[in-house]
């Protein structure tokens, strides 16, 4: 389907068309008609899918015809909440790349950096907002944003943002904007809370559901390595000196583990930087920019710090440990593999991991094929490690020997 169908403006096919995307995304043809129908939608899809652009491109077309007050006089009209800063920066540039030829302004506001700069932005005027949600609270007790006159509110990333601990902010900011307004949900997955919220304030949604399972699998090609723990940096070398090029992004689970890995491969040679929760926001920025422009090409991370982050032209996904939720292998290596291109993703699995690999596999409804060809190898019947104290003692287990009883003093 041609994006002409949706219905939608000429400006708007413009941007499209300069951006060379062909065809809408399954997410962007079942969204969009929906929003433009003013409906409450409630839409699963991950990154990758074209889901910024399935809110997006109909909120700039509703707003079109509304655009031409004088900047002093522009309301906001449109507010997208999203979790985190990389992200809503990350949707604020979708809406300028896309509203190009509209006369629309769109600004972001987030917390960690100064807010001065954000009030002069909405003190002159503008017609849409993406904010995170304690950054938008603050300006809204300054009297600085008025959500008064908001007709569309899109909760975006909505999984992420209830985990983050955002669930009364969020239910805030939907009672500071009018009743009568159009809610759009995105959310990578339908935890249980999800539903409660959206069940609470939506009216009539519609669903769209883009799964991820048939997406990730399709584009990617997954390959699995049965490794021992200590070898998992010697294989991640080995596959970077022989097997993987390009724009590569590594998961680590934690930030002592993001440390270590990066040192060594700094200490190799490679261009490295990371991402994780300790990091400044403009260390975050500095080294998502790195890698955009191509001074770094291996981008660690936890999966907090990457979700939603769009990277386009990622040749590989490292999955360094097994994540214990599967749906988080599906948002990983759904990183690659976008939009057409093929993509390729390097499982490491530990003897103790093996129960997630089960997890992700019946999640993806699909065995992820494992690579026997590196020196790495651990026996696939290996059991995971229990530590044992070294030396065996020659009494029974649970009893004291006769030398601790005679030593042993009471205190009574
Ligand atoms: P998102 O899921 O919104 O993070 O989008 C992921 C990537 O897909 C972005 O880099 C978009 O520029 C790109 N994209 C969005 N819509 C399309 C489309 N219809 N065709 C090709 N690429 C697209």
Redesign the pocket.
Known sequence: MPFKELQLIKPLLKAIAE?N?????PV?EQTIPLVLAKKDVITT?Q????????FALPILQMLFHKQDAGKKGKKVKALIVSPTRELAI?IYE?FKVYGKYTNLRTTVVYGGTSIEPQKDVLNKGVDIVVATPGRLLDLHKQDVINLDFIETLVLDEADLMLDMGFIDDVRKIERLCPVEKQILLFSATMPMKVVQLANTILKEPETVNATPSSSAAQNVEQSLFYVHKQHKMELCLFLLRNNIEGNIIIFRRTKMGIAKLEKMLKGNGYKVDSIHGDKTQNDREKALDNFKDGKINILIATDVAARGI?I?NLDAVINFDIPNISETYVHRIGRTG??GNSGKSFSFCSADEKPYIKGIQQLLNTVIPVEENHPYVLDPKAKREVHKTPGKSKNKPGRKSEASKKNKKRWY
């Open positions: 951006q995307y062909d065809a809408p995304t962007q899809a990154t990758g899918t074209g889901k910024t652009a399935a990350q979708s769009d386009d976008r939009a």
